[in-house]
T-cell receptor, first 114, second 112 residues
Framework: SQTIHQWPATLVQPVGSPLSLECTVE??????LYWYRQAAGRGLQLLFY??????ISSEVPQNLSASRPQDRQFILSSKKLLLSDSGFYLC?????????????FGSGTQLSVL | QKEVEQDPGPLSVPEGAIVSLNCTYS??????FMWYRQYSRKGPELLMY????GNKEDGRFTAQVDKSSKYISLFIRDSQPSDSATYLC????????????FGQGTTLQVKP
């Protein structure tokens, strides 16, 4: 069965520090991978998605970047964090089903930038 | 106007009640509809997936889509305290998850 691992669960970082969040998927090959951010009262915002190694699409211009160095690894990064980068970050992957794609989420990382 | 509207609640019900959670949408092209359950500080979990109109049942959960009214519902029968969570609706026109639009979520509390 497929599983998705995301770490760390909680992170507290000072403003201006770098960021690296990692996500890996097991049990599938060539998945579509996603990074979402969930801010309180604002719902889920798609940040990046990737359909393959080195292929990244950015949905929103921001202080973040994403990379996919391996088929089942997706990394979210920042060179210098801003206060506004605080939020709950979710990695997700999708699988093609008969009726369409289904999206499955990791456990999330709560990022606090102070 | 947002593409997907969902009352944030909170919605508080006694254990055993029937719960109705709803979303309205404005894009008539939406055909794929999902409900996710999210516990506090956890990732959303896919509960129900429906294509086009009609009902779908899974245990105590029933998902209903009314495309003519642009309205979807999730019913929870015999609600339990463990159902206390935030419920998110999501939908897309193409079935491509890169184009999913999420509601803001409704917080549900089931009291013992």
């Amino acid at each position: 069965s497929q599983t998705i691992h995301q770490w760390p669960a909680t992170l507290v970082q000072p403003v201006g520090s770098p960021l690296s969040l990692e996500c890996t998927v097991e049990g599938t090959s060539n998945p579509n991978l996603y990074w979402y951010r969930q801010a309180a009262g604002r719902g889920l915002q798609l940040l990046f998605y990737s359909v393959g190694i080195g292929q990244i699409s950015s949905e929103v211009p921001q202080n973040l970047s994403a990379s996919r160095p391996q088929d089942r690894q997706f990394i979210l990064s920042s060179k210098k964090l801003l206060l506004s980068d605080s939020g709950f970050y979710l990695c997700a992957w999708s699988v093609q089903a008969r009726e369409g794609e289904k999206l499955f989420f990791g456990s999330g990382t709560q990022l606090s930038v102070l | 106007q947002k593409e997907v509207e969902q009352d944030p609640g909170p919605l508080s019900v006694p254990e055993g009640a029937i719960v109705s959670l709803n979303c309205t949408y404005s894009n008539s092209a939406f055909q794929y509809f999902m409900w996710y359950r999210q516990y506090s500080r956890k990732g959303p979990e896919l509960l129900m997936y429906t294509y086009s109109s009609g009902n779908k049942e899974d245990g105590r959960f029933t998902a209903q889509v009314d495309k003519s009214s642009k309205y979807i519902s999730l019913f929870i029968r015999d609600s339990q305290p463990s159902d206390s969570a935030t419920y998110l609706c999501a939908m897309s026109a193409t079935g491509n998850t890169g184009k999913l639009i999420f509601g803001q979520g409704t917080t549900l509390q089931v009291k013992p």
